[in-house]
């Protein structure tokens, strides 16, 4: 794979002069020598340093103890017997850390995991793209409009998303507002998770707006109402056990980066390890997974679940690669295969690929991203996905699995709670001429709420009909 600096000149190692930073853990940090794809080209070196000083002495987002617990969550899923619902923005955005923005999308989120849950009847493991899903990689280091080029945006972390010299110039200041941003989105979750907001008994109060009109949601009323009777038989045995009250809920991000998640690694005082602790999970992009390079370098250092995606041209030795450097001692939950081959490409593309891994004796989880490989632009010009293409690809990824004997692990997805018009199709069906109508990502077509309970549905179907 070529390997393209962020603005497309060959990368230079960074070294950095010593700081706070560097002396807490550059000698640990081998990926600063290598070569690392997608970062930003930041004007003002000796601003970034100063920054990252600050970060390295800001508390932990996680405890590296959720991290482990989350490692062992996805161990159950490499062994078959829980599935991982893992879903958020495209691109978070600082403008968008409300509590009506954060409460509506995990909304969604445990309104999926119900479905799937009581109808595939199976363990949903919890993990929202959020608290710290900022950074993104492009395609393109410029971008061009009227004749107008500018640097590209990547994310609010980095640059300002609005169209002007003065918004995309990245601006390390930036990386301290993703800190706070991402605690804050944190807090209002964990309040939301544990505080009595997700318990279990609030099934319908969560379908409670737009959503609950339009045929997901009535199928999802429906649903809820079993689970009423469900939990108000178990209340009559005797029985209320503390799991129906509060919702285990992770957090993940692409960690791409790297000068933010390295100066977020801290030395675990219990174990004497290293743990990102700017999320639960961070996983590495298609763009930047090159073996020798400075991301997969890092990600092998932490001891969090990672995850790396894998798209179409994915060899088998590359994926064996991965896994010798990433997960060397076989831990079922600390490698997770994020596939995202496109609905057309996935039947061709993954059994080789799933085969020979579990042949080679590795216990990875497989997750379905039908999103990224299914983008395409609409005559209007948006950039979407069709609902029929991302179910396709689900479908696909159930039949490989069912082919091998092996399991389907969870899907990945991009969504909102809102109800944005960005991606075509579902059952309270969007068409390309409605997208101009709340079009609001700031990257990638996201699924709204109700193209996303659809999803539920027919994945929950999926798994049982395995
Ligand atoms: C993403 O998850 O937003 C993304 C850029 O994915 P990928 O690395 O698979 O292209
Ligand atoms: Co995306």
Redesign the pocket.
């Known amino acids: 794979m070529a390997l393209v600096s962020s603005f497309g000149r060959a990368p230079k190692p960074v070294v950095r002069p010593r700081s706070l930073v560097d002396v807490t853990v550059n000698e640990t940090f081998t990926w600063r020598s290598l070569p690392a794809a997608q970062q930003p080209e930041w004007p003002d070196t000796a601003a970034l340093d100063g920054v990252l000083t600050e970060l390295a002495s800001y508390p932990p987002l996680v405890f590296a103890g959720e991290c482990d617990q989350l490692r062992s969550r996805l161990g159950a899923v490499a062994r078959g017997e829980a599935f991982v619902l893992q879903g958020g923005d495209?691109?978070e955005a600082f403008n968008a850390v409300s509590a009506e923005h954060i409460r509506n999308k995990l909304k969604t989120l445990l309104q999926m995991a119900v479905v799937l849950t009581y109808a595939a009847k199976v363990p949903v493991v919890k993990i929202g793209?959020i608290a710290g899903?900022y950074s993104?990689?492009r395609s393109k280091p410029t971008e061009t409009r009227d004749g107008v080029t500018l640097p590209v945006y990547r994310g609010d972390s980095v640059n300002g998303f609005e169209f002007t010299p003065e918004s995309r110039i990245p601006d390390p200041e930036r990386l301290k507002r993703m800190y706070h941003a991402s605690a804050s989105t944190l807090n209002l979750v964990r309040a939301f998770t544990t505080g009595g907001y997700a318990d279990l008994r609030q099934v319908h109060a969560w379908n409670q707006d737009f959503v609950r009109n339009s045929p997901a949601g009535q199928r999802y009323e429906k649903l809820a109402k079993e689970i009423d009777n469900a939990l108000a038989f178990m209340q009559a045995c005797g029985v209320e056990p503390e799991e129906f009250r509060t919702v285990e809920f992770y957090s993940s991000h692409?960690a791409l980066v790297l000068d933010y998640e390295t100066a977020m690694t801290r030395t675990d005082s219990r174990t004497g390890r290293l743990y990102d602790v700017s999320g639960h999970m961070v996983?590495i992009?298609?763009?930047?997974r090159q073996l020798d390079h400075a991301h997969i370098e890092f990600a092998a250092q932490v001891r969090n679940p990672v995850g790396v995606?894998l798209?179409p041209t994915t060899s088998v030795d590359d994926a064996l690669a991965l896994i010798d450097r990433l997960d060397p001692e076989r831990e079922p939950g600390r490698l997770t295969f994020?596939t995202?081959m496109g609905a057309k490409k996935i039947r061709d593309v993954l059994p080789e690929l799933v085969e020979k891994v579990t042949a080679s004796g590795a216990q990875v989880a497989w997750i379905c991203?039908p999103?990224?490989g299914n983008t395409f632009e609409a005559g209007s010009g948006h950039k979407t996905r069709r609902f029929d293409d991302v179910l396709d690809e689900v479908k696909g990824f159930f039949e490989v699995h069912a082919a091998l004997g092996t399991h389907p692990g969870g899907i990945?997805v991009?969504l909102t709670g809102d109800d944005v018009t960005e991606c075509v199709g579902g059952g309270d069906e969007v068409v390309e001429d409605d997208l101009h109508q709340r079009y609001e990502t700031f990257?990638?077509p996201r699924l709204n709420r109700s193209q996303s309970l659809d999803l539920a549905f027919l994945v929950a179907e999926m798994y049982r009909g395995q």
Request: charged share 45%.
């Open positions: 495209c691109a793209r899903q993104k990689p692409e996983w992009g298609e763009r930047t995606k798209g994020i995202r991203d999103m990224h990945h991009e990257c990638d």
